[in-house]
């Protein structure tokens, strides 16, 4: 029998390593073994899927053979450097899971820890090469080939469940398996269409046919009631805001805030589009900052924008949050270039942007 690559992959998370997986992703050192005991059995049950995918085997096989020969010892010892490791690790899940899921997968661990999703991308990378580095060790001792290595993870599915925190797995239920290329087309960022190839698939047969007709109406009019039935916001100074995801607009730029978003909000990930790490500015042409994220709400359509402003404000790491309607393009001696009718003062008082476990779904 395979040695438990949970068991095998913990043997190197060290107090010296979990310390160093701290500093990397900013975290206390405590709430970052919590946050480590959970990301390693959520990246290896996403991996299971991945291998249980046709041509999946090949993909997982690939990924292990990218990594050098020396990987844990690196990681371990920090000689690569942790910064340049996680970017790659991040990169690799990425290609294996799709941006989308692995934005969904990454959302979801960081508001059931109660921590950003920046921090916790951060973590889920520094852990994906010493994943990597694991399954290529037991996989050359073992003489595997790609299916047999597939077999091998698969084979432990139930004994990386079992080592999920309580109420984790229920949380990660729902999270859509690895997408065939034609699937991820449809569930591309703007395409509201997914919604309904989500539902059709789930259901009978004998009510698909209903489906098909009764959901597009449904969305149209939940959108017409959104854009024609909602009554005028009144426009206050900055305050906090009693909802998490209720807009705290500026009474000077009418700009509006988001201190937390809903839970059907999920982040755009590393999907294609020309807003994430750009730089943002200002109508006067000031840069406040760089676009973080974005938030792509159930219908498909972009929700919000996390921008990270503390860098340009002299104040620390802090990310703010606004409509994705706020965000603007204008045309610059320098060519297009992304703004908000914002101030530097504005944005030092708005509410900083934190996406809380216990946000509405």
Same mark, same amino acid.
């Given at each position: 029998?395979?040695?438990?690559?949970?068991?095998?992959?913990?043997?190197?998370?060290?107090?010296?390593?979990?310390?160093?997986?701290?500093?990397?992703?900013?975290?206390?050192?405590?709430? $970052?073994?919590?946050?480590?005991? /959970?990301?390693?059995?959520?990246?290896? %049950?996403?991996?299971?899927?991945?291998? *249980?995918?046709?041509?999946?085997?090949?993909?997982? !096989?690939?990924?292990? !053979?990218?990594?050098?020969?020396?990987?844990?010892?690196?990681?371990?010892?920090? *000689? +690569?450097?942790?910064?340049?490791?996680?970017?790659?690790?991040? %990169?690799?899940?990425?290609?294996?899971?799709?941006?989308?899921?692995?934005?969904?997968?990454?959302?979801?661990?960081?508001?059931?820890?109660?921590?950003?999703?920046?921090?916790?991308?951060?973590?889920?990378?520094?852990?994906?090469?010493?994943?990597?580095?694991?399954?290529? =060790?037991?996989?050359?001792?073992?003489?595997?080939?790609?299916?047999?290595? !597939?077999?091998?993870?698969?084979?432990?599915?139930?004994?990386?469940?079992?080592?999920?925190?309580?109420?984790?797995?229920?949380?990660?239920? %729902? $999270?859509?398996?690895?997408?065939?290329?034609?699937?991820? $087309?449809?569930?591309?960022?703007?395409?509201?269409? !997914?919604?309904?190839?989500?539902?059709?698939?789930?259901?009978?047969?004998?009510?698909?046919?209903?489906?098909?007709? /009764?959901?597009?109406?449904?969305?149209?009019?939940?959108?017409?009631?959104?854009?024609?039935?909602?009554?005028?916001? $009144?426009?206050?100074?900055?305050?906090?805001?009693?909802? +998490?995801?209720?807009?705290?607009?500026?009474?000077?730029?009418?700009?509006?805030?988001?201190?937390?978003?809903?839970?059907?909000?999920?982040?755009?990930?590393?999907?294609?589009?020309?807003?994430?790490?750009?730089?943002?500015? %200002?109508?006067?042409?000031?840069?406040?900052?760089?676009?973080?994220?974005?938030?792509?709400?159930?219908?498909?359509?972009?929700?919000?924008?996390?921008?990270?402003?503390?860098?340009?404000?002299?104040?620390?790491?802090?990310?703010?949050?606004?409509?994705?309607?706020?965000?603007?393009?204008? =045309?610059?001696?320098?060519?297009?270039?992304?703004?908000?009718?914002?101030?530097?003062?504005?944005?030092?008082? *708005?509410?900083?942007?934190?996406?809380?476990?216990?946000?509405?779904?």
């Amino acid at each position: 029998m395979a040695n438990s690559i949970v068991s095998t992959i913990s043997r190197f998370l060290t107090p010296e390593v979990i310390g160093k997986l701290a500093s990397a992703s900013g975290l206390d050192h405590s709430v $970052t073994q919590t946050a480590v005991g /959970a990301a390693l059995p959520s990246i290896l %049950n996403a991996l299971t899927g991945v291998a *249980a995918q046709p041509n999946g085997a090949r993909q997982l !096989a690939d990924a292990v !053979a990218q990594q050098p020969t020396d990987i844990l010892g690196s990681i371990t010892s920090g *000689a +690569t450097g942790l910064p340049l490791t996680g970017e790659k690790g991040t %990169n690799l899940l990425s290609s294996l899971l799709g941006g989308t899921q692995l934005g969904v997968l990454t959302s979801k661990l960081g508001r059931f820890l109660g921590v950003g999703e920046g921090p916790m991308r951060t973590l889920m990378g520094l852990l994906t090469p010493l994943i990597m580095g694991v399954l290529g =060790r037991e996989q050359r001792a073992a003489g595997l080939d790609a299916s047999g290595l !597939a077999h091998m993870l698969m084979g432990q599915k139930d004994e990386i469940a079992a080592a999920m925190p309580p109420g984790l797995g229920r949380v990660l239920e %729902n $999270t859509a398996s690895p997408a065939s290329p034609e699937r991820r $087309t449809y569930e591309a960022p703007g395409a509201p269409y !997914a919604a309904v190839q989500r539902a059709r698939s789930d259901m009978p047969r004998s009510s698909a046919r209903w489906a098909y007709w /009764a959901l597009p109406l449904l969305i149209l009019a939940g959108l017409l009631w959104y854009l024609l039935g909602r009554e005028p916001e $009144t426009v206050g100074p900055v305050a906090t805001s009693k909802s +998490t995801s209720e807009p705290v607009r500026d009474v000077q730029t009418k700009t509006a805030y988001l201190s937390g978003a809903p839970d059907s909000w999920v982040s755009i990930g590393h999907a294609p589009n020309d807003y994430v790490n750009k730089d943002i500015y %200002n109508r006067a042409g000031e840069q406040l900052g760089t676009i973080k994220d974005v938030l792509v709400g159930p219908d498909g359509k972009m929700a919000a924008a996390i921008i990270n402003v503390g860098h340009y404000l002299g104040i620390g790491d802090k990310d703010i949050a606004v409509p994705f309607s706020a965000i603007l393009q204008q =045309r610059s001696d320098s060519g297009q270039r992304i703004v908000i009718d914002a101030t530097k003062d504005n944005l030092q008082a *708005a509410p900083a942007f934190v996406r809380h476990p216990s946000a509405k779904q």
